[in-house]
């Protein structure tokens, strides 16, 4: 209840998405010096009305369970694209596919699926990050989903954020 309150009252502004992700992505790279991150993104502004640390927070959970669930040396893919009044955010992790089954369930709050991951660790996972991901792309008019990548051969995240 916390956290939908916090993502609710949260200040919104217009800025640019490309600074954000690619500042994220230099990030991880320091913070995760076991896996690679490649950041693929647009040449002019992705412009949102919303919250740039709200974003900052709903990356850092992607990107958490990204590396969970890939194998060290694996490159995590952050991708930023443009369509037609959206902006389309992706985190692409090799590593193990999702069960079909957990497809629908993996954005519901206090769920979680960590028996099998590349590197299970002894971190408590209260089941929230998935979750909060979704709040924080409906908070910028948006959605949250994942599938497998071609072949099984790991994950795809996928938030689209309305643009102005």
């Not at 959970?61 to 669930?69: E, H, M, P, S, T």
């Not at 959206?86 to 193990?96: F, M, Q, S, Y």
């Not at 991951?117 to 948006?142: C, K, M, N, Q």
């Amino acid at each position: 209840t916390r956290v939908e309150e916090a993502i609710s009252n949260a200040e919104r502004m217009r800025f640019d998405l490309v600074p954000v992700v690619a500042s994220a992505a230099d990030a991880y790279r320091i913070a995760f010096p076991e896996r690679r991150f490649a950041a693929e993104l647009p040449g002019e502004p992705v412009l949102i009305d919303g919250a740039p640390d709200l974003i900052v927070q709903m990356l850092d959970k992607l990107i958490d369970n990204a590396v969970d669930f890939s194998p060290a040396g694996a490159t995590i893919t952050l991708r930023l694209a443009l369509e037609p009044h959206v902006a389309v955010l992706e985190v692409d992790n090799p590593g193990p596919p999702i069960a079909p089954e957990t497809l629908g369930r993996l954005f519901e709050s206090l769920w979680q699926s960590r028996g099998g991951g590349a590197e299970s660790d002894s971190r408590p996972h209260f089941g929230l990050g998935l979750y909060i991901v979704r709040l924080i792309a409906e908070f910028h008019g948006g959605s949250a989903a994942a599938e497998n990548l071609p072949g099984d051969s790991g994950a795809r995240f996928i938030v689209r954020l309305q643009r102005p």
